[in-house]
């Protein structure tokens, strides 16, 4: 071996990561109260220890050095030295080898092993991969739709092709295999203008769950933030994650990921150290205050319900996270991200504020400045609820929709008042002049809660397998199995709840805002009742593709309606002249009715007993749309005078039946009965 003092020189502390030289490899990493960080070199077929040298220079709060010699796929971590003293927040221990928060690639996995963990984790612990320089994606290729256009569809990476029979099984449950052709097919053909993909960042399922002998299948446990997780790959995950966005921009779908920036796998105090914690605890993470208002390092705040809380308001970590997301922008070709838990990232940095140093570094960024930016508006904190609080370019997850939309369709007395503000843009939330109407956006249904056929075929959570006693996931689900819970053979049972399903999708569609799909919902995917399945990494969680004659029919309508909305100005954006917002106003008319024709009074809408009205979008011009939505919640069935005069009306949609194929082409005026839980859709000819 040659000796170190010919191996090693002082490099550069810029860019952060290891960095390939014409000669080797320069590496650099943040860790500003350590005495010495240990570059630690790793054989890359059997991860034996090859060369530990210690970094030999230090410029501000930045440790560096030059290796000679390394070449592309070179294997490596960091040993960190230094204090190791809870009330003073370091947590330095050279037992314990570290992730470079800055790696690329992982060359595995990251799973808990508590026996490998307790002496010196190198066992354990995944090792970084030296890598190429990234080469930037073709920005060209995007499809980059308008907030309007937009129709998301959220899905694990995993869970989306495991089972599906025609694609090739090295490529099942990976990122080849969503841009294999049938797979793009079928997105296509639904209607779907962007994939929103659950944490596809490299993960390591929380020691409880993995001492159960389960693991963290969703993936919400970072341990690094810009490598793929090699679980979803077959050999190289930069380069296949890449080919996945190329299949699937080619298909005119964007990709959005799922990000967790509140919370690491490192845990609260107790927690495993992997990589952040080794480097700058102190730095890293949020902690609670004393009666004197100093942190107490010992007790880690968690706004998160995951052991810890990132604090993205100190300046290090800004710039990790910030990074993060030019990388998986500029190299990585996504288009947008959703922020799990986002609240935390306006924490600026233990109040949230719609103007936190977080929110202002992603305005004025140029690469991100143009990315779709979806926030889940609230962490479990103090003052944690921030729904229509964010800045006017981001959406929101909007968890009031949800509930309303439900609880409406369940048959649930005065919600029609509400119900209304919900299916035209939120906008006692997203409010006109301030933020645009596709600000909301709009589910029924999410990964963490019932599918949405588990919604109409469950009243209560059965999620046994977590092995939790049922005691974990949402206890308040408004949802309802209309006779028997779970599976049913009785047919009207069976009929009523495909019935609810195309009200609550048809609901979604019809609805100002960008609509959110839960991917595998069109397909009637159930998770036997199970509303938490994070920890289920089988058939409770994967898709079924095999399809009986009533979800061919219900895929056959959710492709229907997505159609129609996608064909109309009117039914995605609405856009009114009281709204200044915009000022392309598109709508001369919204009209609100009773079923006996007339317009609806302050009174109709506060009474509870009303469960049926009918809304008229008409377009501004001649030429314009002219659209009618007639509901029907309640029990019975509801004959409508119809608005217009001597207007004819043109059926379009009617969810009372099973497949869009059955559903006669006839016109009408005058009167229209509307089936009992029904809805239908109109237009003026």
Wanted: proline share 6%; aromatic share 12%.
């Amino acid at each position: 071996m040659v000796p170190e003092s010919q191996l090693v020189t002082t490099g550069l502390p810029k860019p952060l990561g290891a960095t390939l030289t014409a000669s080797g490899c320069n590496f650099a990493v943040h860790a500003p109260n350590a005495e010495a960080v240990v570059l630690c070199l790793f054989h890359s077929d059997t991860e034996e220890p090859l060369l530990e040298v210690d970094l030999p220079a230090r410029t501000g709060k930045i440790w560096h050095g030059h290796v000679e010699g390394l070449q592309p796929g070179q294997l490596y971590g960091y040993r960190v030295r230094g204090p190791s003293v809870l009330e003073t927040g370091h947590c330095f221990s050279p037992q314990k080898l570290l992730i470079d928060p800055y790696a690329r690639r992982l060359n595995r996995p990251a799973v808990w092993n508590a026996r490998q963990y307790r002496d010196d984790s190198q066992f354990m612990l995944p090792k970084s991969v030296v890598c190429e320089p990234a080469e930037l994606f073709p920005g060209d290729e995007k499809p980059n739709y308008s907030a309007a256009e937009t129709i998301v569809y959220e899905a694990h990476v995993k869970g989306l092709t495991q089972l599906h029979p025609e694609v090739p099984k090295a490529r099942q449950g990976k990122f080849l295999g969503l841009c294999e052709p049938v797979v793009l097919e079928h997105l296509k053909a639904l209607g779907v203008t962007a994939v929103q993909l659950m944490p596809v960042m490299a993960f390591m399922p929380e020691p409880f769950i993995s001492n159960k002998g389960l693991t963290n299948y969703w993936g919400y446990n970072p341990v690094n933030y810009f490598c793929p997780d090699p679980r979803y790959a077959i050999d190289d995950p930069i380069a296949e994650f890449k080919a996945m966005v190329h299949g699937l921009h080619g298909a005119g779908i964007e990709v959005i990921l799922d990000v967790v920036f509140n919370h690491t796998a490192e845990g609260g105090v107790d927690g495993p150290i992997l990589s952040f914690k080794g480097f700058d605890n102190q730095a890293f993470y949020l902690f609670e205050h004393n009666e004197f208002g100093i942190p107490d390092y010992q007790r880690y705040l968690n706004n998160s319900g995951c052991g810890n809380s990132v604090n993205t308001a100190h300046p290090f970590v800004m710039k990790l996270v910030m990074d993060a997301l030019r990388y998986w922008v500029q190299v990585m070709g996504v288009d947008g991200f959703r922020f799990d838990l986002a609240a935390s990232l306006g924490r600026d940095p233990y109040d949230f504020t719609g103007q936190s140093g977080f929110f202002r570094a992603l305005r004025q960024d140029p690469v991100l400045e143009n990315v779709k930016l979806i926030a889940e508006p609230w962490d479990l904190g103090i003052g944690g609820y921030r729904l229509g609080q964010f800045p006017s370019h981001w959406h929101e997850c909007n968890d009031k929709y949800r509930d309303q939309v439900r609880a409406f369709w369940r048959g649930d007395k005065g919600q029609t008042r509400d119900f209304a503000t919900r299916l035209l843009g939120s906008r006692d939330i997203f409010h006109k002049d301030v933020r645009a109407i596709t600000s909301s956006v709009n589910m029924i249904t999410y990964h963490d809660g019932f599918t949405l056929q588990d919604l109409v075929s469950y009243a209560e959570r059965h999620n046994e397998a977590n092995l939790e006693q049922n005691r974990d996931g949402h206890g308040h689900n408004l949802s309802a199995n209309y006779g028997v819970e779970g599976p049913s053979r009785d047919k009207q049972i069976e009929a009523l709840r495909e019935r609810q399903k195309r009200n609550l999708f048809a609901t979604l569609l019809l609805s100002q805002g960008i609509p959110h799909i839960l991917g595998g919902d069109e397909l009637s995917r159930t998770q036997q009742g199970n509303n938490n399945a994070y920890c289920q990494d089988n058939e409770i969680s994967w898709f079924d593709w095999e399809l009986t004659q009533s979800k061919q029919d219900f895929l056959a309508f959710c492709q229907q309606v997505i159609g129609i909305r996608k064909r109309s100005e009117v039914l995605s954006y609405l856009n009114l002249h009281d709204d200044h917002y915009s000022l392309q106003f598109n709508v001369a008319k919204v009209g609100w009715y009773r079923p006996d024709g007339e317009r609806k009074v302050e009174d109709d809408w506060h009474d509870v007993n009303n469960q049926a009205f009918a809304v008229e979008l008409k377009g501004e011009g001649t030429q314009a749309e002219h659209w009618l939505m007639l509901f029907n919640a309640s029990d019975h069935d509801v004959t409508f005078t119809l608005p217009g005069g001597e207007a004819y009306w043109r059926l379009v949609m009617d969810s009372r039946y099973d497949n869009p194929s059955q559903m006669p082409p006839f016109s009408m005026l005058g009167s229209f009965t509307l089936a009992y839980k029904s809805l239908c859709l109109l237009i003026s000819e």
